[in-house]
């Protein structure tokens, strides 16, 4: 939406200039596009100061118009530079200039931030996603739902409470993004807010064009006085011996562009974002919930008939609390609280990073979009379901196995390939993970 903005105003401003201004436009067209090149590199993330490249754009454009409407004169190089030097305080073009870029400036800082967030959100969920289960989880997400079909009880569903112990040990780690989750979320709803309100992101994108119209009709309708001011204070330059041209004179005066507010479009996707980010606030810790009604259909907390892990029976033990922390008593994963998983805990830093950017974009501050990529890569490790698993819970006290560390694994592009039966579980779950946030985010 913002950069459909911004073509629509370049569109209206070379549909327009031509007929309007003739020669000053048809000289200085590439002033023009660079101006709106720079603002769509700087929307897009690229490490541009917004100020100076709309400062360059009223400095170039000066020169060029300062010379098309003095033929008369041979103006030099070292003659503009003078006049460039005094064109703050005679102000060629008005307030435009000034307005425009405190406007602008703020308008496009919040629109490319608030993209952003977007972004790395995405980024955080397909990173995490791709995190290897360990072979504990493994083994517990394979007792849960396939052990009954090996006890001839193929139709019972797992306990809930069964369930989201399982679910909860295995995505322990991702439940700890929790925090910054939700800050990242309520900062994109804070700036969402200032899109559609004070920074007035929808009038000052989309009329670029009617802006820079209006600076150059106040430069044509007070040429005879910046002149005088220039000859004042740069002194009066050489009479040139080219013949002057009527072209300017002929399209002088007052000119008005309209512009097409398009308020309540923005209005409303501003809305609808607002509420799919207040829905996802939460979202790491629901997952398991999420997971074990959706896609595992665990049976009611009441139910005294669904399979707990050994028989179908009641499922007694408490459910746990989320995050890595609470996972020490966990009955069903063997997790090691004591070592986290580098590629989520560098995912939490992101969302710190963005949430901080956010702020700033949210007084009007500028940014600076620098990724901080990781490149680790690695494969984890799956097990089938032994007798053992199936026939009896898991002993902690008894267990000699190191927690393991997983990597992130290499992509293929085209799904897990490669991957055997045994696996099935931990890609299932780590497949829906990702689906399910990105059906958010991408709303």
Same mark, same amino acid.
């Given at each position: ?50 100020? =100076? #490249? ?11 118009? @300062? ?10 190089? =070292? ?15 008005g307030e435009v200039p000034r307005d425009l870029k405190v406007k602008a400036t703020r308008a496009f800082i919040a629109a490319r931030s608030y ?157 609808? #974002? ?14 398991? *919930? ?9 049976? *009611?907390?009441?139910?005294d008939k669904c399979w707990n892990g050994m028989t179908k029976g009641s499922y007694l033990p408490e459910v746990m609390g989320d995050g890595l ?43 600076? @979009?620098?990724? #901080? ?23 902690? *006290? ?20 490669? #991957? ?7 890609? @299932? ?12 985010l991408w709303r």
């Amino acid at each position: 939406y913002f950069q459909d903005l911004l073509n629509k105003s370049e569109k209206a401003l070379y549909d327009a200039f031509p007929s309007m201004y003739g020669e000053l436009y048809t000289q200085n067209m590439k002033v023009f596009k660079d101006l709106y090149s720079e603002l769509r590199r700087y929307y897009r993330g690229s490490n541009i100061n917004l100020e =100076e #490249a709309l400062n360059e754009f009223w400095t170039r454009l000066l020169e060029r118009l @300062f010379k098309l409407m003095n033929p008369q004169y041979h103006i030099t190089d =070292e003659y503009l530079d003078c006049m460039v030097k005094h064109a703050e305080q005679h102000k060629p073009f008005g307030e435009v200039p000034r307005d425009l870029k405190v406007k602008a400036t703020r308008a496009f800082i919040a629109a490319r931030s608030y993209a952003q967030g977007f972004l790395v959100g995405s980024d955080v969920v397909k990173k995490v996603s791709q995190v290897s289960l360990s072979h504990e989880c493994t083994r517990a997400i394979m007792k849960l739902m396939y052990c009954p079909h090996c006890r001839g009880m193929s139709s019972v569903k797992p306990c809930n409470n069964y369930c989201l112990n399982v679910v909860k040990g295995c995505l322990a780690n991702q439940a700890d993004l929790n925090t910054e989750w939700k800050y990242l979320m309520d900062s994109l709803v804070v700036v969402a807010d200032r899109i559609d309100g004070p920074y007035n992101v929808d009038t000052v994108i989309g009329t670029i064009h009617m802006r820079i119209a209006e600076a150059i009709s106040n430069l044509q309708e007070n040429k005879d006085s910046v002149t005088a001011k220039v000859f004042q204070g740069c002194g009066n330059p050489k009479i040139s011996t080219k013949g002057s041209s009527t072209e300017e004179k002929k399209r002088r005066g007052k000119v008005t562009l309209e512009g097409k507010s398009s308020a309540q479009a923005l209005e409303m996707l501003v809305l609808d #974002a607002k509420g799919n980010l207040t829905a996802l606030k939460t979202y790491w810790i629901t997952l398991p *919930s999420s997971l074990c009604s959706k896609k595992v259909m665990a049976s *009611s907390v009441a139910d005294d008939k669904c399979w707990n892990g050994m028989t179908k029976g009641s499922y007694l033990p408490e459910v746990m609390g989320d995050g890595l922390a609470n996972q020490i008593n966990n009955p069903e994963v063997e997790v090691d609280i004591t070592k986290p998983d580098m590629t989520i805990r560098q995912q939490i830093m992101q969302l710190k990073i963005m949430t901080n950017r956010l702020g700033n974009a949210n007084i009007g501050n500028d940014v600076d @979009f620098q990724d #901080a990529s990781d490149d680790m890569s690695g494969s984890g490790s799956g097990d089938s379901c032994p007798d053992d698993v199936c026939g009896k819970r898991l002993s902690k *006290s008894t267990s000699t196995r190191q927690p393991e560390t997983h990597a992130i694994p290499k992509q293929s592009g085209h799904g897990i390939n490669g #991957a055997s039966s045994r696996s099935l579980p931990s890609a @299932f779950l780590l497949l829906l993970v990702a689906f399910i946030a990105t059906q958010h985010l991408w709303r």
